[in-house]
């Protein structure tokens, strides 16, 4: 049987650097686990406009699709804030997630112990934290027409976006969120403005109707999304997973990413409907960007980079034991005190590496053997 194929798209900034311990691991995997990958490798974000006037080439769309998984670093830069909107560098990343119909998010926020004391929040509130959000990531305000900017009746000027929702498009990622809290602590809370939101209404009703006809054993709440980002720094662990569309997740995914220390720390999963082989479309990134300002210093953390490759593993791949093996591993790294320098406290050390970061996770993983 042939191998499962990777399609790398390291993009921008940090995105090489991380990805190159990526790289390491897969090699491990390979030749320590006999788990072998095909691996190709293409260009997206800034690094694609530089080559193609383009931030995703149609080649690059068309091999995304025909993968099994996709593995992106980080999009954008400094250089690309004077281009037109059309091209620039996230527009690769959204025209990915739209055209392979990637519609469910999976962002988990996990607090490592030894990293409790790096949150920005008192150990208490964070330590054993375990969360995991489901953004809904191909429609809402970002897909929505009408959009644009237009001249308004006035001599200035209207920008214009729309936020759109499905029935189905509700219904397919609440199932989502419902399945994975069968395999968690049963629990669901969804997120809108219904108060303030007719698109908030319809997610609302829609979500509990999916409950009540094909979950009722699973617990589900409402909350409107404002509390939901005062409730997750007030006491983050009242929450299994939470489920809340494309912009309110966006937003609430980097709140719940500091919780854990440092956003260096967060992978996420992109799924969409399962392919002919069973498998389902899927793209792993880090929750991260592509931090132009330390890119190319050897300072990034590789971890969030790495972590979306175990995610990877569990749900591409059905290799849930190698991804907790990959996720032991980084946990045995930090609990030695290897710390990249965004796991700096403020009593100092010398941080290591980004590739130091990446050889002491191998070394972990050959210590699990
Ligand atoms: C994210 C990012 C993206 C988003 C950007 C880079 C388009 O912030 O994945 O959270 O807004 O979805
Ligand atoms: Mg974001």
Partial sequence: MANPSLLILAGDGIGPEVMAEVKKIIGWYGEKRAIRFDVSEDLV???????????????????????DAVLL????????????FSVKPERGLLRLRKEMDLYANL?????FDA??????????????????????????????EPRGIFPDNEGGRVGINTQRYTTEEIRRVARSAFELARRRNNKVCSMEKANVMESGILWREEVQWVHDNEYP??????MYADNGAMQLVRWPKQFDVIVTDNLFGDVLSDCAAML??????LPSASLGAPMANGRPKA??????????????????????????FAMALRYSFDLGDEAARLEKAVEKVLADGV???????????????TAEMGDAIVAALDASL
């Fill in 45 to 67: 974000g800034g690094a694609a406009y530089d080559v193609h006037g383009v931030p995703l080439a149609d080649e690059t769309m068309a091999r995304a699709q025909a993968v």
């Fill in 73 to 84: 670093g980080a999009v954008g830069g400094p250089n690309y804030d004077v281009l037109d």
């Fill in 107 to 111: 962002r988990p926020a996990q607090c």
């Fill in 115 to 144: 990293l409790a004391d790096f949150s920005s929040l008192k150990p208490e509130i964070v330590a054993g934290l375990d969360i995991m959000i489901v953004r809904e990531l191909t429609s809402g305000v970002y897909f929505g």
């Fill in 217 to 222: 054993d699973v617990a589900l709440s409402h």
């Fill in 260 to 265: 854990t220390g440092s956003l260096g720390m």
């Fill in 283 to 308: 793209l792993y990134e880090p929750v991260h960007g592509s931090a132009p300002d330390i890119a190319g210093q050897g300072k990034a953390n590789p971890i969030a980079c790495i972590l979306s």
């Fill in 339 to 353: 710390r990249t320098a965004d796991l700096m406290g403020p009593e100092g050390g010398t941080p290591v590496t």
